[in-house]
DNA sequence: TGTACATCAGTGAACGCGCGTTCACTGATGTAC
DNA sequence: TGTACATCAGTGAACGCGCGTTCACTGATGTAC
């Protein structure tokens, strides 16, 4: 039916990032060629550039729409797990639990953090998306520093803790778990780190 | 006097891998050009390929002196750390320690893992280098887990814990603390990470 | 309901540039007799 | 000590290909009157 209709311009820009997200993963931004996309859609390449001025513009909608996306998913499991648990350490406990058996039920490995992939190729992009880039790190530093002090205030850590980098700690086991899950080729290295971290959690503050 | 002289054609050789790996760990393999390489060295395309066959081969020897030396570091490290202590336990913590007092001393931001490198750029590589850095990955671990091992014989756990997630943990935060250093660009984020998973060995072992 | 115009979502052809690779050649150094 | 040959560490020119980008144009859909 189709073949003479026309189709809407907001499906095949979201066709593009699509396939240039898991291309980007795969390959690297600097690998990934305009022309491997638009055959992936079915556009020619003038078609991309009326959706994008340059290639530039694709890096930006690519790690906007990741770091959203990254945004909504934290938003909803720990939402989920405090409505389960006003508890804020237990809370955060359920939050962690429920986000590795979700990664654990993924069918593949994981295809990469886009953000680990923008920092490990910092040259090929402008100074906007390199900010972009340090402050969807700093907004995960911040989420879960939120958490760890809601939790510090009931339950008080009997040593001293480094609370930046506990909260880092999360974003830090979460990407490279990713790596080495990549690297060694077994989706199940990720979802353990989380567990780890949980297992952190738990003894520095009920230890 | 060089003007005339000849090079010796293993320093070329050599000058060449390092700004290779400076390079790919800025920009990544694929949007490292021979000619930039060339041009920072000082010899000719041609010259190039007198050292390196292909493009591949230059990945190969770059991810090759790239283990070899993490190896020797991590040997270098804990064999000092375990000559200044004999228990198992507190050798650990000392050699992690010590990399960490290594990393916070280093002028800049970490400059990156290669491993890390290779992996979100896969396609790129051939399924010799994938294998040389899947296998890299699996030596970490290996290395890791014998320390625990050695450390639960003594130390045994009160709670169960999964050792060879907890030998991946130290590579995953490295690996993601890299990252995120580089992201957040301050140089401090990775040394807190080596610190934090020393707490946790502590918490495990002692807790 | 018909018509004029605007906008959307592209097409097709051409561009210059830099990339990795090849090939024939060379000049300095090392080695054998 | 002199000479012949081999090896080392390159040079210089050329190659074809694919890349990102530009530009003039188009045909279907939407909107105003």
Known sequence: ????????????????????????????????????????????????????????????????????????????IFRRAEELNDDPLHGFLVGLKMLAELLADLPETHPGCLVASVTYQEQLFNQEVIDMNRNGVLSWRKRFRSHLDRISERYPPKTDIDMDAMADMFSALVDGGITLSKAVKDKDVLPRQVMLYRDFVKRVFLG
Do not use: C, N, P, W
């Open 1 to 76: 039916m189709s073949t003479t209709r026309k189709r809407k311009g907001s499906e095949t820009r979201k066709q593009i990032l699509e396939f240039a997200e898991a291309a980007v993963l795969e390959k690297g931004f600097g690998a990934t060629s305009i022309e491997e996309l638009i055959t992936a859609v079915g556009i020619t390449k003038s078609g991309f550039f009326y959706h994008f001025k340059d290639k530039g513009a694709l890096a930006k909608a690519l790690l906007q729409r990741y770091l959203d996306r990254e945004e909504i998913l934290f938003d909803d």
